[in-house]
Structure formats: C-alpha cells, structure tokens
Nanobody
Framework: QVQLVESGGGLVQAGGSLRLSCAAS????????MGWFRQAPGQEREFVAR??????YYTDSVKGRFTISRDSAKNTVYLQMNSLKPEDTAVYYC????????????WGQGTQVTVSS
C-alpha cells in the first residue's frame, strides 16, 4: 500500500531553518505530483507548495523562504524552510496525487513544526 512518512519537524527559533522530508513507498514516484500542506491549531489545512517533475508552485506567504524539491532515486520530497516565522507553526503534511487529478489522494501522518518568537 502507499505510505508517505514525514520527518524533520521540531522546535526552532524565529529566523531559523528546518528541512522536512517525506519518504514515499508503494507508488510510482515519478508519476505523482507531491505537495506539502500545513494545519495550525484551530485553522483549516492550507496548501504550502507542490512539485511535479520539475515545476514548482508556492503559496504567497512562503515564496522566497521555502523550497520544495524531490529526489527520485530516494522517492523522497523535501521542504527546505528558511527564515521561519512564528506564523509558520503548524503540523506539516506531505501528500501525493497523479498529475491529472484535482485532489490529493495520499497523505502522510504529519510532522510538527514549532517556531518560537
């Protein structure tokens, strides 16, 4: 079965950096668009970034600070987060969808990112 396993979350001071990883198994990695989402306490889950083969897209609030990338040899997608702000605090989720699909169908369990001021 498909599994997405996130890692790399933690506690960091404002202005610091973290790199999240999402290891995928049970799917043909190159055929999927991979995305990162986040959900802060009491808020709706929101889109953060996605990557297809090489195309990337970011929500405005993270442009210039976050970078999404993928390593097909390792079936892993990354989210490099720099210049972190307290408002980036959330549970971050990795997700996958086929390139033609409109919805993400596979989700990881999430990893907590906490940014202290």
């Amino acid at each position: 079965q498909v599994q997405l396993v996130e890692s790399g979350g933690g506690l960091v001071q404002a202005g610091g950096s973290l790199r999240l990883s999402c290891a995928a198994s049970g799917l043909t990695f190159s055929s999927y668009t991979m995305g990162w989402f986040r959900q802060a306490p009491g808020q709706e889950r929101e889109f953060v970034a996605r990557i297809s083969w090489s195309d990337t897209y970011y929500t405005d609030s993270v442009k210039g600070r976050f970078t999404i990338s993928r390593d097909s040899a390792k079936n892993t997608v990354y989210l490099q987060m720099n210049s972190l702000k307290p408002e980036d605090t959330a549970v971050y989720y990795c997700a996958a969808k086929t390139r033609v699909a409109s919805r993400y169908v596979y989700w990881g369990q999430g990893t907590q990112v906490t940014v202290s001021s």
